[in-house]
Each structure stands twice: as structure tokens, then as C-alpha cells.
């Protein structure tokens, strides 16, 4: 069975679930805090500095196109001999 404690870990320690909410990670954070007899000041947690969420399709698609022929341009530049299917 989880505790509260628990599930305030497991809120936690995977922001990339949960990092959409703030207020989510907050009120986790702070009862994990509070178990340990700490206080949690509010004004010094600040605002998120980013976003986890699921990467766009056309950036990972344009990275994908990208990633041949810079691999191959550093291959070239350090001597390497790459077959034509490699990369």
C-alpha cells in the first residue's frame, strides 16, 4: 500500500510526468519537506524554468535528417574510412 509519503516520491523524483503542473510538484515537495521537520518558503522555490514535454515531431524529424551528414563530416574530418552504408 502507498503512503502519502510515497506517493510524494514518486511525484518528485519523475518531474517529466508531472512538471506541467507546478502546483503538483510544489504541494509533493513540501510534504516531503515536512516529514523531515523542514519548512518549504514558497517565495524562494520560484517559477519552473522549463517545461518537460514530448518533443515536436517535425524538430525530431529534422534532427533525424541532420544527424547522417554530421556524423559523416566528422568521420571525414578525423581520417575515418566509412563505408557508404555506415551513418
Same mark, same amino acid.
Given at each position: 500500500?502507498?503512503?502519502?509519503?510515497?506517493?510524494?516520491?514518486?511525484?518528485?523524483?519523475?518531474?517529466?510526468?508531472?512538471?506541467?503542473?507546478?502546483?503538483?510538484?510544489?504541494?509533493?515537495?513540501?510534504?516531503?519537506?515536512?516529514?523531515?521537520?523542514?519548512?518549504?518558503?514558497?517565495?524562494?522555490?520560484?517559477?519552473? +524554468?522549463?517545461?518537460? %514535454?514530448?518533443?515536436? =515531431?517535425?524538430? @525530431? !524529424?529534422?534532427?533525424?535528417?541532420?544527424?547522417?551528414?554530421?556524423?559523416?563530416?566528422? +568521420?571525414?574530418?578525423? %581520417?575515418?574510412?566509412? =563505408?557508404?552504408? @555506415? !551513418?
Amino acid at each position: 500500500m502507498q503512503t502519502p509519503i510515497d506517493k510524494a516520491k514518486h511525484v518528485v523524483t519523475h518531474p517529466q510526468h508531472f512538471a506541467r503542473v507546478p502546483a503538483v510538484l510544489a504541494i509533493n515537495w513540501e510534504r516531503l519537506k515536512n516529514a523531515r521537520g523542514q519548512t518549504v518558503d514558497y517565495n524562494r522555490i520560484g517559477p519552473p +524554468a522549463y517545461v518537460i %514535454g514530448p518533443e515536436c =515531431p517535425g524538430i @525530431a !524529424a529534422a534532427r533525424m535528417s541532420r544527424i547522417p551528414a554530421k556524423v559523416r563530416e566528422i +568521420a571525414r574530418a578525423k %581520417g575515418y574510412d566509412m =563505408p557508404p552504408s @555506415a !551513418a
